[in-house]
T-cell receptor
Framework: SQTIHQWPATLVQPVGSPLSLECTVE??????LYWYRQAAGRGLQLLFY??????ISSEVPQNLSASRPQDRQFILSSKKLLLSDSGFYLC???????????FGPGTRLTVT | KNQVEQSPQSLIILEGKNCTLQ??????????LRWYKQDTGRGPVSLTI?????NTKSNGRYTATLDADTKQSSLHITASQLSDSASYIC???????????FGKGNQVVVIP
């Protein structure tokens, strides 16, 4: 069976510090991968998606970036965090060509 | 613009009672509609998925309906349990590009 992991579960970082969130998927090959942000009282906002290694599409211009160094690894990064980066970050995957998205457990990021 | 509106934003119900959540969308062209359950601090989990030709789908005590003509969907929870306390998110898929439009969710609190 397939599983999706996110690390860390919670994170408190000061403004201006770097960020690295990791997402890994097990039990499948060549998944499509997605990063979402969920702010309090708002819907999920798609940040990045990837259909393969090194292939990243950005949905929203911001100070975040994403990378896919391995087939089942998706990383969300920032060089300098802003207060507005606080939120709940969700990683999701689909089968290639599939539509059903499977979400990870999420990372709660608080920028202070 | 593809939008998904959910109502009520939040509600409190007594354990054992039924409730109905509403989702209206303007997504076009339509591919499918999903309802997700998101426990606090966790990733969303799929409850039901319906295509254009389906007008009802059940998953245990959860029953979703779809009226593609009026672009409305509902999620009915029967005999609510304390574990039903969560946010219920309506997600509509755009046909042809796998893009998703997310509602902000219905926050349900079940009290004993």
């Amino acid at each position: 069976s397939q599983t999706i992991h996110q690390w860390p579960a919670t994170l408190v970082q000061p403004v201006g510090s770097p960020l690295s969130l990791e997402c890994t998927v097990e039990g499948t090959s060549n998944p499509n991968l997605y990063w979402y942000r969920q702010a309090a009282g708002r819907g999920l906002q798609l940040l990045f998606y990837s259909v393969g290694i090194g292939q990243i599409s950005s949905e929203v211009p911001q100070n975040l970036s994403a990378s896919r160094p391995q087939d089942r690894q998706f990383i969300l990064s920032s060089k300098k965090l802003l207060l507005s980066d606080s939120g709940f970050y969700l990683c999701a995957w689909t089968h290639p060509g599939g539509e059903e998205q499977y979400f990870g457990p999420g990372t709660r990021l608080t920028v202070t | 613009k593809n939008q998904v509106e959910q109502s009520p934003q939040s509600l409190i119900i007594l354990e054992g009672k039924n409730c109905t959540l509403q989702c209206n969308y303007t997504v076009s062209p339509f591919s499918n509609l999903r309802w997700y359950k998101q426990d606090t601090g966790r990733g969303p989990v799929s409850l039901t998925i319906m295509t254009f030709s389906e007008n009802t789908k059940s998953n245990g005590r959860y029953t979703a309906t779809l009226d593609a003509d009026t672009k409305q969907s509902s999620l009915h929870i029967t005999a609510s349990q304390l574990s039903d306390s969560a946010s219920y998110i309506c997600v509509v898929s755009v046909y042809g590009n796998n893009r998703l439009a997310f509602g902000k969710g219905n926050q349900v609190v079940v009290i004993p």
